[in-house]
């Protein structure tokens, strides 16, 4: 986390962190905030899992090489017509919250 940005592995994405919020910490995005791009964009490599028709949106469900999930919600006119179940794309976040981790004490 440095400049406004959380860099990843290969991409960076714009960071909404509070003042004085850690260096590092456990980053989340919302579906919706979340972009699919063809293979050799930046992002994260991700499988398209399934494609939800949730009404005026569709919901892809994605994982990554290590086994996490992800989702990206898109307006049903605004959905990408190369995103389908079984394909290989790259997920980016449009922005990133990022809070302090918290461990389990025991």
Do not use: M, N, Q
């Not at 976040?93 to 461990?103: D, G, H, L, Q």
């Amino acid at each position: 986390l440095a400049g406004g940005e959380a860099a990843f592995d290969g991409f960076s994405a714009p960071l909404v962190a509070a003042p004085g919020s850690p260096a590092s910490g456990a980053a989340w995005f919302r579906p919706h905030e979340t972009d699919l791009k063809p293979l050799g964009a930046p992002g994260l490599e991700v499988s398209v899992l399934d494609i939800l028709d949730k009404g005026a949106v569709l919901r892809a469900e994605c994982r990554a090489d290590d086994g996490r999930l992800f989702e990206a919600d898109f307006a049903r006119d605004a959905f990408p017509d190369y995103v389908r179940s079984g394909h290989r794309v790259r997920l980016t976040p449009r922005r990133v919250f990022v809070f302090p981790e918290t461990r389990a004490e025991g």
